[in-house]
């Protein structure tokens, strides 16, 4: 393993509109680097400033203008890679087939990604950031509409669910209740957002007078922000906050347990599947749902031209949480049972034949690399990451590091047929 974390140094062109970042710099760093250059550029990275750009961007990169700019794999232009002989490679000085590897198949099966060389995009200096929350009880149709129509929205929208539990008074008694809430941005102004939601989603009931409002709304609550104040939004931040926040280090003051996994979605998931969700959800204290809506640019994009290949078709992402503080084996075993009994029952009602999911959400009860790093073994989990492109990236493998140098639970192994 290697520490990459001072190996941070950002370097932006705006004459050509694209930025130098160092592997070890996070995504806080950047957003902060381009924001004190531009007001009307950005990147179309992840809602998690904390995590570095190496891996968030060999892994993809989801993020919020992914809709209307795709993946933040999908905007590298030129990357700096230390081989497995420890030269330093560039773009031309690289096969073809490791610089496809590297954008969304894992950096880190292949080499030692060093920097990126990334394409900003133009964003207006105004754009809105909205939150709709909502009991789940009532309002499952509002969240099938969501299901049907959120992937096909005008790419400048992106219209995210969070589905988790609440808490609600009833005399002197606190009633847990599963909730939703939509969060929202538009890459344009307010004024432009307004009528979109009128035509799209006019059970939103959003008022350009919401978005100006001086008092909070625990229903609604909308903001009309420059770029960077969006990227705050998303990691639930004040989108006035200073921008210092991104620069933060996390250091936690106490340990924080965590388990997730991942899903994408061809077909709205039925109200039978809604009900299910919510009875599993009521079990639990600390679990999170997260469905990102594809389509858009996503869309335009084939399923083949970088390792990530879950683009058209897809109607949506899910990412699946559950959150402890008390790691005895008595909690972490319930809760890490509590997941997999959730994964296990969404199956009817998610993509297959692979069932399929997001390579930066990772997942190793999918399974592992053993001794001998058996390609046919490693297809069980990796063809649920990258589908057919799991083959390719093992013959690349086989190519630039054919011992096997760069391993790891989930790497990429060298292509061989078992005999």
Known sequence: ML?????????????????WVQAGATLGQLYYAIANKSKVHGFPGG???????????SGGGLGALMRKFGLAADNVVDARVMNVRGKILYRKKMEKDLF?????????????????????????????????????????????????????????LFIRA????????????TEKHVQ????????????????????????????????????????????????????????????????????????PTHKHYNKGTSDF??????????????????????????LDPLGGKMDEISESEIPFPHRKGNLYNIQYLVNWGDNSESVSSQKIAWIRKLYAEMEPYVANNPRTAYLNYRDLDFGTN???????????????????????LAKVKS?????????????????????
């Open 370 to 392: 053993q001794e001998d790093y058996s390609y046919t073994k490693a297809k069980i989990w990796g063809e649920k990451y990258f589908k057919d492109n799991f083959e390719r």
């Open 399 to 419: 190519k630039v590091d054919p011992n096997n140098f760069f391993r790891n639970e989930q790497s990429i192994p060298p292509y061989h047929t078992d005999s």
């Open 265 to 290: 979605v061809k077909t709205p998931i039925p109200e039978s599947g809604l009900e299910m969700l919510e009875r599993l959800l009521l079990e639990e204290e600390g679990p999170l749902i997260i």
């Open 47 to 57: 809602a998690c400033f904390s995590v570095g750009t190496g891996g968030l961007i």
């Open 100 to 156: 496809w590897a590297i954008r969304g198949g894992g950096g880190a099966s292949f080499g030692v990604i060093l920097a990126w060389k990334l394409k900003l995009v133009r964003v207006p200096e105004k754009l809105t950031v909205f939150t709709i929350r909502k009991k789940l009880e009532g309002n499952q149709n509002l969240l099938q509409k969501w299901q049907n129509i959120s992937h096909q929205l005008p790419e400048d």
């Open 162 to 173: 969070v589905i988790q539990n609440g808490r609600s008074s009833a005399g002197n008694d």
């Open 3 to 19: 520490d990459l974390s001072n190996l941070n140094k950002i370097k932006i062109n705006l004459k050509e509109e694209t930025v």
């Open 180 to 251: 939703f809430y939509f969060q929202a941005q538009y890459v344009g102004p307010v004024d432009e957002l307004i009528p979109l939601l009128k035509q799209y989603f006019p059970e939103f009931n959003l008022e350009r007078e919401d978005c100006f409002r001086e008092t909070a709304d625990v229903e609604k609550e909308c903001h009309e922000v420059p770029w960077i104040g969006s990227v705050l939004y998303f990691f639930f931040r004040k989108p006035n906050d200073s921008l210092e926040v991104l620069l933060e280090k996390r250091i």
